[in-house]
């Protein structure tokens, strides 16, 4: 019996083995399992993502379409493991901040 796989590139470490500076939204949201339960990562709706990059991301008009292409992925390929946890902000080689999706971003061509 043959098993699907999904294999991806970590997008988080460098070419050096380190890693870039990253934190996810529901860090941003300052939601975690002491302050709003076990299941603080499914709280939340998608447009407070985004005003969570307009408040942290110098970049967010930039960002803003590419975060709503990925929602759109994600609809279209019922992902449902899209909550707030699984999306980050993470510090480019150019010390720009972008937002990118833990697990879709390297195979959504269209980010």
Known sequence: MVHPAYITK????????????????????????QTHGPHYKYL??????????????????????KLLKLLIFNYLFSNGDAHFKNFSIIETPLEIIDSVRHMTCLIAGFI
């Open 10 to 33: 970590r997008f988080d470490v460098k070419a050096d083995g380190s890693k870039w500076a990253q934190e996810d939204f529901a860090s941003l949201a300052k939601r975690s399992p």
């Open 44 to 65: 939340g709706h998608y447009w407070e993502l985004f005003e969570l990059m307009k408040n942290h991301l110098p970049t967010h008009k930039v960002e803003a379409p």
